[in-house]
């Protein structure tokens, strides 16, 4: 496995509880400096195509955390560790891949490490940036308010297999209202999809009714999915790094 893609990042761990209370380790990788984000891989894993992107957003001036939830880092995507990692991710009970109305239990640990992140580098707050399986992850993240900059790219789960759950934000009614609450005191949501992708359903129409003008939405031509790694565009690339200096640098 082509590892040494991560061979320039610090590796560590960060333990805390889920929002069941039960204790999380997991890996983080860290590189360079300025203000703090946090990019969270999507599925299968740290794919060559995300430790990239990731090295763009050092370069772009942050101090960037990878959190490694699943998958082997460095792993390209394939035929058979995508099927293999989505199976282990529908039983494990840090993640919520089909119930509706619900906040992945990881977004308490995820909330944890960036409230770290923060106080370590201080500032407005930090980043946030959820891709795919993870996309949403950003916006259970911004319950807590060291999050100052949420994206979501391509916002996957709860699994789009019903109109129901393709319109859900994976989010509990309570954190519901607490995004609502920031997102109306100033805090925007950037997010990113293809406008085909079935995989997103109509969430980010959800998002424009519930957060109106706090967020951002960017929709792409196609049926592709990736927007920032295997099916990326330079734009979305650019109104990421844009929106992360805008709400971090100043």
């Not at 950037?190 to 085909?196: F, R």
């Amino acid at each position: 496995m082509p590892t040494e893609l991560l061979d320039s990042w610090t590796k560590a761990e960060h333990t805390a509880d889920d929002l069941e209370g039960q204790p999380l380790t997991f890996p983080t990788y860290r590189k360079g400096s300025g203000p703090g984000v946090i990019v969270i891989h999507e599925v299968p894993g740290m794919t060559p195509q995300f430790i990239a992107f990731a090295e763009e957003v050092v370069a772009a001036g942050f101090t960037v955390v990878l959190p490694h939830l699943f998958g082997t880092p460095g792993a390209p995507i394939g035929a058979v560790n995508v099927p293999t990692v989505i199976s282990k991710l529908c039983v494990s009970r840090e993640f919520v891949t089909l119930a509706t109305r619900q906040t992945s239990p990881v977004s308490g640990w995820l909330r944890s490490l960036a409230r770290e992140l923060h106080s370590d580098v201080g500032g407005p707050g930090v980043g946030a940036i959820g891709m795919c399986f993870t996309g949403g992850f950003a916006l259970g993240m911004m319950v807590d308010d060291a999050i100052a900059a949420p994206v979501l790219c391509q916002p996957s789960v709860p699994f789009a297999v019903t109109p129901g759950r393709g319109r859900d934000l994976g989010l509990s009614p309570a954190d519901l209202d607490v995004v609502k609450r920031r997102a109306a005191g100033g805090c925007q949501v950037l997010g990113l999809q293809y406008k085909g992708d079935p995989m997103t359903g109509s969430r980010f129409d959800t998002l424009d009714r519930e957060l109106g003008e706090a967020f951002i939405r960017v929709d792409f031509p196609g049926y592709k999915h990736s927007t920032v790694t295997l099916h990326r565009q330079q734009e979305g690339v650019d109104r990421v790094l844009a929106f992360l200096r805008e709400k971090l640098a100043g």
